[in-house]
C-alpha cells in the first residue's frame, strides 16, 4: 500500500493543477486519472474546440473575406478529416505536456478509476479489472462532469451526439439540429455553420447564452442569424425520435403549435450532470458535493474542487479552486471561495464578460451607470477588418466601482482579463480611463468605453 500526503482523484483543470501546487509545496501527491491527464478540458473541450474554431475561423475568412484583403482562391476546399486530426494533436501534445510536469514535480499518476471506501483510503481499478489501494491524509476530489442526456433521447456517437462526440464525428453532417444555445451550443452551431453544415439552434430561454447580458446575446443572435445559423429561442422540445440515420424533433414556440424539425444529427448541449466517486457519500446539493470554506465535504479528511461542487462550470474557476484548496491545507493560506470570474464564448464574434448583466443590476435595485464603445469607433478593430461588437461596462454609483464588464467583438476573450484585474481589485472606472492604453490596439477601447461613462470618449 502506497502512503501520500494528498491523493487526488480526477486529472482535470482542479485535479492537476491541485496536484501540481502540492508538489511544489514539497508534499506527496498521487493524481488517479481513468482516461488521460488534462481531463475533458484538455482532452474532450476547451483545447480540442478552440483548435476546431480557429480552423473555422480561417476558412470563413477566405470563403468571405478574401476579397476585402486582396486574396483570390480557386477551389477552395478543405479535408474534414485534417480538420478534425488537428485538434487531437493538439490535445494530445498538451495532454503529454501534464504528463511530463506531473514527472517533473514527482507526483505519481496513476491511470485507473477512483472510489473511496473510507476517509484517508482511495482503491484504484484498472482498464484489466486489476485494484491497488492508496492511502492519503487528505483526498482531494475533482472528478468533474458529463454531458447531461436529453430525456429520451440516448446519444449513441452519430445521430445523437454530445460535444465530445461532436469532436471526432468521421463525416461533416449535412444538416443537424442544436439543442442549447449556451457557449457549448453557440461554439458548435458557428463551427459546423462555417463548413457548410445547416444549423438550426434550439434554446428554450428567450435568448442564446442566457447567461450573457441581453444587449451581447441580441447582437450574437443577429450575427448568427447573418451567418445563416437558424435560431430558435423562446422554443422547447416537446418530443424526438431517432431512426439511427437521422432525428426528428418536435418543437413548440407557441403552445399548442407543434413543428417537426428533422437533420442528420442532433447534437445536446443542455449542460452537464456531475461524476461522483464510489465509496464515501458526502453531502449533496442537486447532486453536486457541497464543500465548506476550506473546501471540505462532509467526509473529514475529503475535499472537491472544481465542476463537481457545482456552477460555474469553468476550467479556469476550477484551477482557482483547487489552488485555493491545496494552499490551504498545506500553508497557512487561507483559502477564498470564487466570486467574480470571467466567462467566455468562442464563435465569432467571440463573447466575454465578469461581474454582474444590466439586468442583474437592476433586479438588484442597484444605482448604476454604463459606459459602452463600438468596434466601428476602433481605429485598430476597422485595419485588422473586425468592426462588428462593442464593450459595455457597468458601474457602480456615486463611487464608480466596476460591476460589471461585457464584450462581444473580435478577441474578446483576450480582453476581458483588465476588467476582471480592474473588478479583483476594486478599482473605478477612473482608473482605467486614466490609464494610457497603447495605440493601435482594441484594449484602447476599454479605456473609451470608461470615458464613455461620463460623456468623455474621444472617438465617439
Avoid at 243 to 249: H, T, Y
Avoid at 404 to 429: D, K, M, N, R, V
Wanted: glycine share 10%; with cysteine.
Amino acid at each position: 500500500m502506497s502512503k501520500y500526503d494528498l491523493i487526488v482523484i480526477g486529472g482535470g483543470p482542479a485535479g492537476y493543477v491541485g496536484a501540481l501546487r502540492a508538489a511544489q509545496l514539497g508534499k506527496t501527491v498521487a493524481c488517479v486519472e481513468r482516461e488521460r491527464a488534462g481531463g475533458t478540458c484538455l482532452n474532450w473541450g476547451c483545447i480540442p474546440t478552440k483548435s476546431l474554431l480557429r480552423n473555422a475561423e480561417l476558412y470563413r475568412l477566405m470563403q468571405h473575406d478574401a476579397d476585402e484583403f486582396g486574396f483570390t482562391f480557386d477551389n477552395l476546399s478543405f479535408d474534414w478529416s485534417k480538420v478534425v486530426g488537428r485538434s487531437r494533436k493538439v490535445a494530445d501534445r498538451l495532454a503529454g505536456g501534464i504528463e511530463f510536469l506531473f514527472k517533473k514535480n514527482k507526483v505519481d499518476y496513476v491511470l485507473g478509476t477512483g472510489s473511496i471506501p473510507e476517509a484517508g483510503r482511495v482503491e484504484v481499478t484498472d482498464s484489466n479489472g486489476g485494484s491497488r489501494v492508496l492511502e492519503a491524509e487528505h483526498i482531494l476530489v475533482a472528478t468533474g462532469c458529463k454531458t447531461r442526456e436529453f430525456p429520451d433521447l440516448p446519444m449513441n456517437g452519430h445521430s445523437v451526439i454530445g460535444s465530445s462526440d461532436a469532436m471526432v464525428m468521421e463525416r461533416q453532417p449535412k444538416d443537424i439540429i442544436i439543442i442549447g444555445a449556451g457557449a457549448i451550443g453557440a461554439e458548435f452551431a458557428y463551427f459546423f455553420n462555417a463548413f457548410g453544415t445547416k444549423v438550426t439552434l434550439v434554446e428554450m430561454m428567450p435568448n442564446i447564452l442566457p447567461i450573457e447580458d441581453r444587449d451581447i446575446s441580441n447582437l450574437l443572435e443577429r450575427n448568427f442569424k447573418k451567418q445563416g445559423i437558424k435560431v430558435m429561442t423562446s422554443t422547447k422540445v416537446t418530443s424526438t425520435q431517432d431512426s439511427g440515420d437521422g432525428v426528428e424533433i418536435t418543437i413548440e414556440k407557441e403552445p399548442g403549435m407543434p413543428e417537426a424539425l428533422n437533420a442528420e444529427a442532433v447534437l445536446v448541449a443542455i449542460g452537464v450532470a456531475p461524476v461522483l466517486p464510489a465509496g464515501i457519500e458526502p453531502e449533496l446539493e442537486r447532486g453536486y458535493i457541497v464543500t465548506d470554506e476550506r473546501y471540505q465535504t462532509s467526509v473529514p479528511g475529503v475535499f472537491a474542487a472544481g465542476d463537481i461542487i457545482g456552477p460555474p462550470w469553468l476550467a479556469h474557476v476550477a484551477s482557482f479552486e483547487a489552488t485555493q484548496c491545496v494552499e490551504g491545507l498545506f500553508t497557512a493560506h487561507s483559502p477564498r471561495k470564487v466570486d467574480s470570474f470571467p466567462g467566455c464564448t468562442y464563435c465569432q464574434p467571440q463573447v466575454a464578460s465578469v461581474g454582474i448583466t444590466e439586468q442583474m443590476a437592476e433586479d438588484k435595485g442597484l444605482e448604476f451607470k454604463i459606459g459602452q464603445f463600438p468596434y466601428q469607433a476602433s481605429g485598430k478593430a476597422q485595419a485588422i477588418g473586425e468592426v462588428e461588437g462593442f464593450i459595455k461596462l457597468i458601474v457602480g454609483e456615486p463611487y464608480g466601482e466596476i460591476l460589471g464588464a461585457h464584450i462581444i467583438g473580435a478577441e474578446a476573450t483576450e480582453l476581458i482579463a483588465e476588467l476582471g484585474l480592474a473588478i479583483a481589485a476594486e478599482l473605478t472606472f477612473e482608473d482605467i480611463e486614466n490609464t494610457i492604453h497603447a495605440h493601435p490596439t482594441l484594449s484602447e477601447m476599454v479605456n473609451e468605453a470608461a470615458g464613455a461613462i461620463h460623456g468623455k470618449a474621444i472617438h465617439i
